[in-house]
């Protein structure tokens, strides 16, 4: 007559041999269907001021500079006048943005206009 000993050490012997197949079932799986993985295609080279006109190139700073920090649909999505513009391009430099004098005077008018 077999025990009650004998007959849980049968059955943690078929859990384990269960566990063991099971593991060894999903890792042949897993390795079976791994993603296949695609380099980005290179970006555009983005041409110089003097080719691009001054409404184009004042994009470029603004998605350059606003890009840093945040998506951009935050930017494009946004609608305020001049000194909205103005107010909040002075809270971004007060969190990091680094722009000239210039470059604020550019992206404040960009903006307002759009």
């Known amino acids: 007559m077999v025990g009650i000993s004998d007959m ?14 099971a593991i060894i079932g999903v890792s042949g799986c897993a390795a079976d269907e791994s993603p296949t993985i695609e380099a ?9 001021d003097a080719t691009v006109p001054e409404t184009d190139s ?8 606003c890009s840093q920090c945040h998506a951009l649909d935050r930017v494009w999505d946004a609608s305020m006048d001049r000194s909205g ?6 809270r971004m430099e ?6 000239s004098d210039e470059e604020r005077a550019r992206i404040v008018d960009y903006l307002s206009e759009q």
């Not at 994009?59 to 500079?65: D, G, H, P, T």
């Not at 007060?94 to 722009?99: D, R, V």
Request: glycine share 2%; hydrophobic share 50%.
């Open 58 to 65: 004042d994009r470029v700073l603004v998605e350059s500079k």
């Open 8 to 21: 849980k050490r049968v059955l943690l012997l078929s859990m384990s041999a269960a566990m063991v197949l």
């Open 85 to 90: 513009w103005e107010t909040t391009v002075r």
């Open 40 to 48: 980005p295609e290179p970006a555009a080279p983005v041409e110089s």
């Open 94 to 99: 007060a969190n990091g943005l680094s722009i």
